[in-house]
């Protein structure tokens, strides 16, 4: 069975870095073909993508949000690990992540999400 | 950046009713398109991908058409669990963006 979950903290400061540790089972990162991307979705708004890292390590950023974020990957523990410096209120969301399978050209299997809220 | 409009962005319907979304794309992009289903408070579900694949569990009632730039999500016949806001999604190019959501809501 595959499954994500993500981990981080609820709360954060302005300016402070957000970390984001995404935590699957059920498949390796290290297959050719697969993938583990980030999502976000305001409250009430539309969801936004964030980044992707691929089996060869090969990294993909939101245009508007490139300079801020930072993917990695630790194939032995099954994580994926999303940074996004300098965040603002308006970084409150809900944060995905989710798997891009070899079969699906689809983000087919996806975390519960965990809600970010930044505020002072 | 690849945008996708999605139409209409909200819609009302009854159990029973046909249901069509449309999600244009602002330049082609074959037939990498992807229909999520997301209810409040949960994560989205995939429902087809490469425009008109049922993922495995999904319901045939819904059918997914299109490529190019023009695609549309079809609910055959609206069941009450069908109620929440669909999205899709374009996989031809990085970034992979989403249109803005169309809501179903009961009429």
């Known amino acids: 069975q595959v499954t994500l979950r993500e981990s981080g903290p609820a709360l954060v400061k302005p300016t402070q870095t957000l970390t984001l540790t995404c935590t699957f089972s059920?498949?390796?990162?290290?297959?050719?073909?697969?993938?583990v991307s980030w999502i976000r979705q305001p409250p009430g708004k539309a969801l936004e993508w964030l980044a992707l890292?691929?089996?060869?390590?090969?990294?993909y950023y939101s245009t508007s949000l490139k300079t801020r974020l930072t993917i990695s990957k630790d194939t032995s523990k099954n994580q994926v690990v999303l940074t996004m410096t300098n965040m603002d209120p308006v970084d409150t969301a809900t944060y995905y992540c989710?798997?891009?399978?070899?079969?699906?050209?689809?983000?087919?299997?996806w975390g519960q999400g965990t809600m970010v809220t930044v505020s002072s | 950046d690849i945008q996708l409009t999605q139409s209409p962005s909200f819609l009302s319907a009854s159990v029973g009713d046909r249901v069509t979304i449309t999600c244009r794309a602002s330049?082609?992009?074959?037939?990498?398109l992807a229909w999520y289903q997301q209810k409040p408070g949960k994560a989205p579900k995939l429902l087809i991908y490469?425009?008109?694949t049922l993922q495995s569990g999904v319901p045939s009632r819904f059918s997914g058409s299109g490529s190019g730039t023009e695609f549309t999500l079809t609910i055959s016949s609206l069941q009450p669990e069908d109620f929440a806001t669909y999205y899709c999604?374009?996989?031809?190019?990085?970034?992979?963006?989403f249109g803005q959501g169309t809501k179903v809501e009961i009429k």
């Open positions: 989710a798997r891009k399978g070899v079969v699906r050209d689809a983000f087919d299997i």
């Open positions: 059920g498949f390796s990162l290290s297959t050719s073909g697969m993938c």
């Open positions: 890292i691929d089996w060869d390590d090969d990294k």
């Open positions: 330049q082609g992009i074959s037939s990498y």
């Open positions: 490469a425009a008109s």
């Open positions: 999604q374009q996989l031809n190019s990085y970034p992979p963006t």
